[in-house]
């Protein structure tokens, strides 16, 4: 016989002593008009008892975090499997679940960025890179810092006892520092010089010679000491080239040192990787403009500012019509009609008058008043993240580029494009080496959303705006993908 999941005498809702076989390794239909117990024996019976046997099988530990299911009233279930549920409406509420993080296809992305993600400079002056001394010596002696250079540290300004502080350098040895182009001789009497921040200090002057010398390593490996892994070549003469050079991850234009990638650092669900303006949601609290306006055939003199038109706030139009006559802004010209200049002054003008962005901090410090958060609430609106474009995530994770593109670039594309990209991208052999298993389970994971029927989307989708079926896909691509075998799947009107 068939092996099967065997239900004897459910009970549940309205089911009247119902008994059945469920194969295994099949799929099974349960229908019927509406009020049968489609759902009483699909979920509230056969996914309830798996899902609380399962349960039972974990440590007291780990059962106090999960939701335990009484046990449904029916006589004996035989032959359960492990159960996954899939209900057809969308549930989640979270605005930072994504497409991405639910199927965790954005997860591998995160992690194959940190294997194989080249770290460029913010500023796009091109890939970072670690140099040691002995490298910083290679390419200082192939001329990277001109034919005469200096080797300098900039030391910065203590916050106390500077001058304390410039003596013992140059009780060390360390008597040259730069003015300009210039060097000057340091005195162990010698003050700190106030507009010297940090102080340029010389290490030597060297000519490149094609050989990095002993004496120039050993330069280096000083001035590392000195600048906490950290140092500069200035060229000498006009004009003047300057190199940076660090232990850690640095530009050599600017200097600008970047983090070494790791997988929270690309995750907006991380104090590290989340944009500190939106807290990694993309989006920033603001005014819709248009609510506060909202019929811009009125002109100023005909009220059009919807807030102000109650009794609490219409004394406000009286100090800024008087501004707006003295600014020279016609008041009987409809708001549609003024000039960019002429609207923004009414939202941000100088003067003693109260402007709309005035009123609207004004009341952001009442906002602990119940009827100020019920004025605010009718005239929000979200707008993306002005620090990181809507992206969520931090500068210095923005800058990692995988096969020329950042992981928000990635994300943005839709699944079709996705697999294009991925199905075209020339990683070496030990590029793949070193992601292993991440480019096959990627690949697996994007090729289920499409087996779905998914091609459309994003992965940086917020999963709180897909509709019910697309939801269930989802989370049916994510059980997937995860390679579950002898699982029961049970789907809540799979056909949407």
């Not at 019927?32 to 979920?43: D, E, V």
Request: aromatic content about 8%.
């Amino acid at each position: 016989m068939t092996p099967a999941l065997e239900v004897d005498n459910a009970r549940t809702h309205n089911l009247q002593g119902v008994s059945c076989r469920i194969p295994h390794r099949a799929v099974t239909v349960v229908t019927g008009p509406s009020g049968a117990g489609k759902s009483s024996l699909a979920f509230d019976t056969v996914f309830a008892e798996a899902q609380r046997r399962f349960i039972e099988s974990m440590s007291t530990y780990a059962r106090q975090f999960l939701d335990q299911r009484e046990r449904p009233p029916v006589d004996e279930l035989r032959n359960v499997l492990p159960a996954v549920a899939i209900e057809s409406k969308n549930s989640i509420k979270n605005a930072r679940s994504t497409v991405g993080t639910i199927t965790e296809a954005y997860d591998v992305l995160r992690l194959l960025f940190t294997h194989l993600g080249e770290v460029r400079c913010p500023h796009g002056h091109g890939p970072l890179r670690r140099y040691s001394p002995e490298d910083a010596a290679a390419a200082l002696a192939a001329g990277a810092a001109g034919a005469r250079f200096f080797v300098v540290v900039p030391m910065p300004r203590p916050a106390k006892r500077a001058d304390d502080a410039l003596a013992e350098l140059v009780r060390q040895g360390f008597g040259r520092r730069l003015d300009g182009r210039e060097v000057v001789r340091l005195n162990a009497g010698d003050k700190w010089p106030k507009a010297l921040d940090p102080l340029p200090l010389v290490l030597g002057r060297f000519s490149a010679e094609g050989t990095a010398t002993s004496r120039l390593v050993e330069t280096l490996e000083e001035a590392y000491r000195l600048g906490d892994g950290r140092c500069e070549a200035r060229e000498e003469g006009e004009p003047a080239a300057q190199v940076h050079f660090s232990r850690q991850l640095g530009c050599r234009q600017c200097g600008a040192v970047g983090r070494p990638p790791t997988p929270a650092l690309f995750s907006f669900n991380s104090p590290l990787g989340a944009c500190p303006a939106c807290q990694g949601f993309g989006r920033v609290a603001g005014v819709d403009r248009e609510r506060v306006v909202p019929d811009p055939g009125r002109s100023l003199s005909e009220r059009p500012f919807a807030p102000w038109n109650t009794p609490g706030y219409e004394d406000l139009y009286g100090p800024f019509l008087a501004a707006a006559a003295k600014e020279g802004i016609p008041l009987d010209r409809p708001w549609r009609e003024l000039t960019e200049a002429e609207r923004a002054w009414a939202w941000s003008g100088r003067g003693r008058h109260t402007n709309l962005d005035k009123f609207f901090l004004w009341l952001e410090r009442k906002i602990y008043k119940v009827h100020v958060r019920v004025l605010l609430a009718r005239y929000r609106a979200y707008n993306p993240c002005p620090d990181c474009g809507g992206r969520r995530l931090v500068p210095e994770a923005l800058a990692v580029r995988l096969a020329g593109r950042s992981i928000a670039e990635l994300s943005a594309l839709s699944i079709e494009a996705f697999r294009s990209w991925l199905a075209e991208v020339d990683f070496t052999p030990a590029e793949r080496a070193r992601a292993g298993h991440l480019l096959a389970e990627l690949g697996e994971r994007i090729e289920v959303l499409h087996r779905v029927g998914l091609d459309y989307l994003t992965l940086d989708r917020q999963a709180r705006t897909l509709s019910g079926g697309e939801a269930q896909r989802i989370h049916l691509a994510a059980a997937l993908g995860s390679g579950l075998t002898s699982t029961l799947y049970v789907l809540d009107e799979p056909t949407i």
